[in-house]
Structure formats: structure tokens, C-alpha cells
């Protein structure tokens, strides 16, 4: 009766598109994408069911989205926009980008409202698409920083005024509150300030450029939302670092901002690191309408660049605190890591973007890994706190907060949250993709018209097993493909209770091609065994270390849950084997790795600085039983220290 149900909801969803259109759109909209080889599905297509992201995606609604707006309120946020209109006589308060931070909450509650409707929250976002419009001017321009006596320094100060970056997340806001509801008022008022953009800069008009990159992907989204092509030309323009000379930009602003020059002249990236990810997602988006076989060939070259040298074990990005910048190929140290929560998010989206032009499974790993990891352990479990940096080891520094006076973290980590179902399926002229694998029900169609239901049910990544029971609304043959991450060493596959013929090969996509009649079944089994990582050993901090994975999951040591007196730096890794325990009662649900480990004699830190390399004898440790936790969980308890690199003491074993 269920599988009955979806293929109807399918159908349903079909005829429903015809008469919204903006219900076929997704966290993306590449319908006519020329060079998309996968097109997304509605966030609404898909229904999360219980699993992992189930308590983190409930959260998110319950308490985080409603928190992060009382704090936005009082501490002046929204009220920046009341007093431009005379709702409010205060003064304006926060740094000059903050109209971006309320326009990111308003792209989580877009996205929200796409998963589920909740008439309350519509209300809200009505009242405060009111306030935003109303400070917005006759000629489109909507900021409520140059305003007054800082309106002449407009557009005079563009590697740090935020202006465009603004106006790229008002697009986005607009765009997700028009796909949740068909309501444009918002999307609107964020047309009126492109359109000011566009009349206004260019070629041959006055010179532009993005000093932190954001509207070039928004640009280009609008392009696709509404059809018109000046969109699309002008997030060109953006990339192309035309006008360099005329703006008079210094070597270390093209570098620190990664805009300014043309993208397609970028060998590497540098700078910071947030602006950095935008820029690549911004270009990947301009590839995907255009087919430019330079900016292909660049990003190709920056994915190189970044997964060979640049990125975190965790998939978060960005070394350095001075700049939030991404440092030297191997300069990842773990302590000083910044590892910018919003970075990770750039990471992921810039990934999920090369993935729909290539359906290659390296991109998907990518997403995963950044998903799970270094984007994930951005927010508190209960919601109402975040991180700003993520690093990979920690003397025990308070490191997650309510608040940041720059609050571009936490609705960034909402507006994830919120639109991850339509992260989960693609579909491609050959059939149906699945990259993220939960308990979840599709019910959307094939790019024939066909409609399809997906029925997904796993306890992944606790649990190695994943069920999907495919319903298309008639017999017909098309193609399956289904993830083979690249960690899982060993991988099965079968089709109704019988092994796939071909070979489930690590980190590619697997076609099922056959015919599919309503309720077959694939069940796909991938290699949960916990698993050590090391570093190139030019990353120096991580000689003689390990890190420990399972699954999309990067394991740490965090203090609470290590034996006696010990602290974590004290602990190596020693020769054995990995058990596994699941504890419900554990960080809301984690399964516990534990191995043996060696404590040292005595505490390290008691030991001389510096000593005779010739007097260092080897002393007999302790043996003790290490425990491990899910890295996205640590600093959920009280403050205290954790590490992800290990010692490994076979590495120091002497005959």
C-alpha cells in the first residue's frame, strides 16, 4: 500500500508542476542547465524519514531558527531595517554586513517551508519581508549600512563594504521563499536591486567586482529562475576581472578576496577562504550554463589544488586564522586550524555543483565528507549554539557560541540543515541518482515525464545496510545509479535478492540498468569497518599520527571519555583491532569506537623541553583502552580537551 502511494504521490507531483512551476525547483534549478549532466529535485520532492540527520533537521526547525531569530532581533538585526523606514528610531547596530545574516535565516526558513508548511512561520516571514522592503529605495538600492552620512561611500570601498554579497543573499532569500510558497514579493525587491546592478555597472558603465564572492552565484540563479539572460551576462562580467585597473586593485586584494583577476587565470586557491569557495561555486554555476571549457578546465584544476594539499581531513578548508585564509599546499595544522564553518559549507556546495556537471563520485565524497564532518560539527547538538572555527584539536577552549558579532555561521548551518533532502537524488536523461544515502521517500519523475517513487530505509552510517524499493508509475527501463563511496573497500550489491553482475567499484557510481517494474528492490551493503588515515608526510604536525574514519564519519578523542588520569596527549594508538558499540544515551545517539592504546609513563608535559637525542631511552606505558566519538560531536559536554591526529605507537616501536 505505501509503494502504491508514493507512485501516486509521484503522478501527483507531476500534474501539481505543470500549474506552480516553481515547485520543479530545487536548491537549484538546472532544468536547462545545457550543461548539467544531473538536474536536482524539489527540496519537497523528498521526505526525510528517522535516521541520522532526523533529530539535527527537527532541531533546526524547533529551536535553532526560532533562537537565531531572537537573537537577531535583539541585537539589532532586523531592526537596522525598521529604522530606515521610521518603524524604529535607534541607532543602526552591527558590522556593515549583517543585512546578510537576517537574508540567510530567511533562506533557511525558504527551505524549510518547502520540506513542511507552517502557516506561523509564513506569518513571520511575511511581517519581516515587509520590514525589508520598506527601507529599500525608489531606485532599488536596499543596504542599511551606506545609508546617511555613509550613503557617498557607496561602492567606493568594494573589498570589504559587502554591498554585492548582500544583494547575493537577498537573491538567495527571495529565491527559496518563492520556490516554498510561489510568494515573489521578496524575490522581487531582490529583482529591483539586480536590477540596479546591471544599469549601473558593466562594461562601459561604472566598474564592479565582488570583494567577497556571493552574487555571482546568485546572478546566475536568478538567470535560471526568471529566464533572463542580463543575469547570466553579468555574473560573467564578475568573473571575468575586467575591470581590475579601473579599480585599482592591489595584488593582495585579487589574492585575499580570489576575485578581481579572471577566474580562468587562477592556479591555485589562496586568500580567504569562504570567498574562495563562493567564487569556485559562482564559476561551476557559469559553466553549467554556458559549457566554457576554460572554466571547466580551471575548476578541475582548483579541485586538484584543494583536495591534494589544501583541504582537512574533515573537508573543512581554510588554515589560517590571520585572513581566514587557506594557507600553503600541507599547511594544515590541527590547534590553529580555523576551518571556518561557513568554508565547509562552501566546500560542500561548490562540490555538489561539479558533481551535477560530471556525476562523478569524487564530488560526492567531497560533499559527504564536508557534510558530515566539518560542516556538521558546526552547531551544537541541541541547536542553539554554534562554531565559528572548527579545529582539529583543542586544549579544552570554550569553542562554541551563541552568538558572533559576524553571525554569518549559524543561518548558514540553518539554511544546510533545511535544504538537505534535496541533496539526496538527481536524475540524468539515463535515470535516477542517489547520492546521500537515509531513510526517505521520493516522489518525483523521471526527466521522460515518468512518475517515480524511491522508497529508501537504512540506519546508515551506523549501520552498513541500505534498501531502496524503486516504484516508477509503469514498467520501464532506465537506470539506478547508486553511490559506492570511496572509503567502502568492500561493496555489494543485488537486485530483487540477486548479486549485480557488475563490480561495485569505490568512489564511482554504480548503473543498474534494467527494466524496473513497480517494487523492485536493490539492497547495497558498503564496508563499515573503522579505518586508520594518515597524512603526506609533508604535512608535518601529522607525522607519526593517525586519524581514525568509519564510514563518512572522521572519529576524535575527546577527554570525558578516556581512562584515569590520562589526558589525550598523553594516548597513542597501539597495534590491535577496533570494537564498535552503539550508545543511544551517548551525544544523542553515536556509535563508540574503542581500541587499544598506549598511556604514557609519564605526563609529556612534564618532560624536559629539550634533552640529549643519546640519553632518550624507551620506557615501558601503560596499556589502556581508548575511546573514540564521532568528531562532528565533540564540545557538546563541558569544555575539554580532543584530538583527531593520534600518535600511532607502532610507528615508534623499536626491537
Known amino acids: 500500500m505505501k509503494i502504491i502511494l508514493s507512485a501516486l504521490i509521484g503522478i501527483a507531483v507531476v500534474a501539481q508542476s505543470a500549474d506552480a512551476p516553481w515547485r520543479d525547483q530545487g536548491v ?68 556593515l554586513y549583517t543585512d546578510s545574516d537576517l537574508y540567510k535565516w530567511m533562506e533557511a526558513v525558504g527551505f524549510a517551508l518547502q520540506s513542511r508548511d507552517d502557516p506561523a512561520l509564513r506569518a513571520t516571514m511575511d511581517r519581516l519581508i515587509d520590514d525589508v522592503l520598506s527601507a529599500q529605495e525608489p531606485s532599488g538600492y536596499l543596504n542599511t549600512y551606506f545609508v546617511e552620512e555613509k550613503k557617498p561611500l557607496r561602492f567606493t570601498e568594494l573589498v570589504r563594504s559587502h554591498e554585492e554579497y548582500c544583494l547575493g543573499h ?69 568573473l571575468s576581472g575586467v575591470d581590475r585597473e579601473r579599480l585599482k586593485l592591489s595584488d593582495r586584494d585579487v589574492r585575499y578576496t580570489f576575485s578581481g583577476a579572471p577566474f580562468t587565470s587562477r592556479k591555485a586557491f589562496e586568500g580567504h577562504a ?167 521517500d521520493l516522489a518525483w519523475r523521471l526527466e521522460d515525464g515518468t512518475g517515480l517513487a524511491i522508497q529508501q530505509r537504512t540506519e546508515y552510517p551506523w549501520k552498513d545496510a541500505i534498501d531502496l524499493t524503486i516504484t516508477p508509475a509503469s514498467a520501464k527501463e532506465f537506470s539506478v545509479f547508486v553511490r559506492i563511496p570511496a572509503w567502502s573497500a568492500q561493496s555489494s550489491v543485488e537486485v530483487n535478492g540477486k548479486p549485480w553482475e557488475a563490480a561495485a567499484r569505490a568512489g564511482e557510481y554504480l548503473e543498474l540498468r534494467r527494466r524496473w517494474a513497480p517494487g523492485d528492490r536493490v539492497h547495497l551493503r ?57 550508545k543511544a544515551d551517548l551525544l544523542g545517539g553515536v556509535t563508540v569506537l574503542r581500541h587499544a592504546g598506549v598511556a604514557s609513563p609519564r605526563p609529556l608535559a612534564t618532560q624536559p623541553l629539550y634533552s640529549p637525542a643519546a640519553l632518550r631511552q624507551p620506557e615501558a606505558g601503560t596499556p589502556v583502552t581508548l575511546t573514540f566519538i564521532p568528531y562532528y560531536a565533540w564540545a557538546n559536554r563541558e569544555p575539554q580537551a580532543m584530538a583527531v591526529w593520534v600518535p600511532d605507537a607502532s610507528a615508534f616501536r623499536t626491537n
Open 170 to 238: 537577498l537573491l538567495q532569500a527571495g529565491i527559496a521563499y518563492y520556490r516554498a510558497t510561489g510568494n515573489r514579493r521578496l524575490l522581487d525587491g531582490g529583482i529591483r536591486m539586480a536590477d540596479y546592478f546591471v544599469e549601473n555597472f558593466g562594461p562601459a558603465k561604472r566598474p564592479m567586482f565582488t570583494g567577497h564572492p556571493e552574487l555571482e552565484l546568485a546572478m546566475v540563479e536568478l538567470y535560471r529562475t526568471t529566464g533572463e539572460r542580463k543575469y547570466l551576462d553579468f555574473a560573467g562580467y564578475l
Open 274 to 440: 569562504v570567498r574562495a569557495m563562493y567564487a569556485a561555486s559562482g564559476a561551476t554555476d557559469y559553466y553549467l550554463e554556458t559549457g566554457d571549457a576554460a572554466y571547466r578546465e580551471t575548476l578541475d584544476r582548483l579541485w586538484r589544488d584543494l583536495t591534494q594539499g589544501k583541504m582537512y581531513v574533515t573537508g573543512g578548508v581554510g588554515s589560517r586564522s590571520d585572513g581566514e585564509a587557506i594557507g600553503e599546499p600541507y599547511e594544515l595544522p590541527n590547534a590553529q586550524a580555523y576551518g571556518e564553518s561557513c568554508a565547509a559549507i562552501g566546500n560542500m556546495i561548490w562540490n555538489w555543483r561539479m558533481l551535477m556537471a560530471s556525476g562523478e563520485g569524487r564530488f560526492a565524497d567531497i560533499v559527504e565528507r564536508a557534510l558530515y564532518n566539518g560542516v556538521n560539527s558546526g552547531m551544537s547538538l541541541d541547536g542553539t549554539l554554534y562554531c565559528y572555527r572548527n579545529p582539529l584539536e583543542s586544549t579544552g577552549e570554550k569553542i562554541r557560541n551563541e552568538w558572533y558579532d559576524t553571525t554569518c555561521c549559524p543561518p548558514n548551518l540553518e539554511r544546510v540543515l533545511a535544504s538537505l533532502p534535496g541533496y539526496a537524488y538527481s536524475t540524468s536523461d539515463r535515470g535516477v541518482w542517489v547520492h546521500l544515502y537515509h531513510s526517505s
Open 526 to 582: 558498503l564496508d563499515l569497518q573503522p579505518r586508520l588515515t594518515v597524512s603526506n608526510p609533508l604535512v608535518r604536525e601529522n607525522a607519526g599520527r593517525v586519524a581514525v574514519e568509519r564510514g563518512p564519519l572522521v572519529y576524535c578523542l575527546e577527554q570525558a571519555d578516556q581512562p584515569g588520569e590520562h589526558t589525550i596527549f598523553d594516548l597513542s594508538l597501539a597495534p590491535g583491532t577496533f570494537q564498535s558499540e552503539f
Open 28 to 95: 537549484l534549478f538546472l532544468k536547462r542547465s545545457p550543461y548539467a549532466r544531473l538536474k536536482d529535485v524539489p527540496v519537497r520532492a523528498v521526505t526525510m524519514g528517522d535516521g541520522f540527520w532526523a533529530a539535527r533537521r527537527r532541531v533546526n526547525v524547533e529551536r535553532s531558527i526560532p533562537t537565531l531569530l531572537e537573537l537577531l532581533e535583539s541585537n539589532g538585526i532586523v531592526d537596522n531595517f525598521r529604522r530606515l523606514s521610521g518603524r524604529k528610531q535607534v541607532a543602526r547596530r552591527g558590522p
